[in-house]
Antibody, heavy 118, light 107 residues
């Protein structure tokens, strides 16, 4: 089955760190660019970060630049998001998504919830 | 940075009615626009890409149109499963931006 499965979310204090994972299955993970998108519960979607298939290119939203790092391990079909210096405003459901053959987000995980609070 | 403005914020309609959703870009994105549907508790789902192409498995009741700065998503006849939030998104340049969403609710 073609799917993405996020993990690693949880409760963390402001200033803390968390590393999210996204396990891909059912497709050739290494040839697809991948993205992280977040959503504050009840609010809209916000693109967070992107990485090319071979990890040569990465992009970040200004709101997370310098604090978050996207990476991937193609040998393990896994996407990561290292989140440092977390703030209350980073609280959200974090989705990983695949950029499909038509260059849009054609496959999404179910999300993992990150809560930043003291 | 391109801004996508969706209108209306909420659309109250009855099953069987036609829904017309708008997405306006602050500058031209040519036809580089997609529409997603999100139901409560679910991840978004790609409906329309490149302004007017239906994604795999999307029924013909969903159609997209427009180019440049003005885009429309039309649902020809609403069924109960279509009541959801709809987002537009562009990919013309970085950062990738989503519109604020339109909630289609049952009247």
């Amino acid at each position: 089955e073609v799917q993405l499965l996020e993990s690693g979310g949880g409760l963390v204090q402001p200033g803390g760190s968390l590393k999210l994972s996204c396990a891909a299955s059912g497709f050739d993970f290494s040839i697809y660019s991948m993205r992280w998108v977040r959503q504050v519960p009840g609010k809209g979607l916000e693109w967070v970060s992107a990485i090319s298939g071979g990890s040569h290119t990465t992009h970040y939203a200004d709101s997370v630049k310098g604090r978050f790092t996207i990476s991937r391990d193609n040998s393990k079909n896994t996407l990561f998001l290292q989140m440092d210096s977390l703030r209350a405003e980073d609280t959200a459901l974090y989705y990983c998504a695949r950029r499909g053959i038509h260059l849009w987000f054609d496959l999404w995980g179910q999300g993992t919830l990150v809560t930043v609070s003291s | 940075e391109i801004v996508l403005t969706q209108s209306p914020a909420t659309l109250s309609l009855s099953p069987g009615e036609r829904a017309t959703l708008s997405c306006r870009a602050s500058q031209s994105v040519t036809n580089s626009l997609a529409w997603y549907q999100q139901k409560p508790g679910q991840a978004p789902r790609l409906l329309i890409y490149d302004a007017s192409n239906r994604a795999t498995g999307i029924p013909a009741k969903f159609s997209g149109s427009g180019s440049g700065t003005d885009f429309t998503l039309t649902i020809s006849s609403l069924e109960p499963e279509d009541f959801a939030v709809y987002y537009c998104q562009h990919r013309d340049n970085w950062p990738l931006i989503f519109g604020g969403g339109t909630k289609v609710e049952i009247k």
